[in-house]
Nanobody, 123 residues
Framework: QVQLVESGGGLVQAGGSLRLSCAAS????????MGWFRQTPGREREFVSA????????HYADSVKGRFTISRDNAKNTVYLQMNMLKPEDTAIYYC????????????????WGQGTQVTVAS
């Protein structure tokens, strides 16, 4: 069991940056694959990025590649999403998620979710 709490969302102008954090509590954070997803009203949850337990391998959606960076600090039980060059279409609720099996872009692979943090990018 792992509990996830996101923070760091807010309102930013287009071209700006935000860093999201996801703090985990519970068992063996360092053994979990972690992912970030986002969702807007009326749309399905969309994969953003994922990272392996060691942090040695990362994956990104094409829409954020080159602008977003996922990282983790296993000593702090925290995963981060650094978001640069933000665009209005990045506006969404951002969720972090954990699973014990693989770095996946499929939300159904993740068994643990945070409550989400709102990111709004103004044009």
């Amino acid at each position: 069991q792992v509990q996830l709490v996101e923070s760091g969302g807010g309102l930013v102008q287009a071209g700006g940056s935000l860093r999201l954090s996801c703090a985990a509590s519970g068992r063996a954070f360092s053994g979990y694959y972690m992912g970030w997803f986002r969702q807007t009203p009326g749309r399905e949850r969309e994969f953003v990025s994922a990272i392996t337990p060691s942090g040695g391998s990362t994956h990104y959606a094409d829409s954020v590649k080159g602008r977003f960076t996922i990282s983790r600090d296993n000593a702090k039980n925290t995963v981060y999403l650094q978001m640069n060059m933000l665009k209005p279409e990045d506006t969404a609720i951002y969720y972090c998620a954990a699973n014990g099996f693989r770095a996946s872009n499929n939300s159904g692979s993740y068994g643990y979710w945070g409550q989400g943090t709102q990111v709004t990018v103004a044009s």
